[in-house]
């Protein structure tokens, strides 16, 4: 009957055993699906910043590009103000002429 006892106790221990390791194998396995599930996260988060990186990027240089735009149309009106500018002596004289010769010709008419 004593090696009978003794086979329950050791039965018992190895049952206790089993019990830890299963115990140890669920918690391990359920820190590799946290983890796994963390990286899926992680995963999604990094892909969700780069997607917003990206749409920031392309805004920038949208932005930039209308940015030039508008400068190159602002010097292109400088610089027709600026040709309008030096011609203006021009025009002024062409409408001196203008109105010297209808002078001269409503005088020729009188």
Known sequence: AGSDSGNKEKVNELTEEVAAL???????DTA?????????????EKDDLLRRLNNATATA????QERRTVEERAQES???????????????????LD???M???STMNV
């Open 103 to 105: 002078r001269i010709r």
């Open 61 to 64: 240089h949208r932005a930039i």
């Open 99 to 101: 109105l010297a010769i």
């Open 22 to 28: 299963k115990k140890r194998l669920h918690d391990a």
């Open 32 to 44: 590799l699906q946290n983890t796994s599930e963390g990286a899926a996260k992680d995963r999604r």
């Open 78 to 96: 400088e610089r027709q103000c600026a040709l309008m500018e030096e011609l203006r002596p021009v025009s002024e004289a062409r409408l001196r």
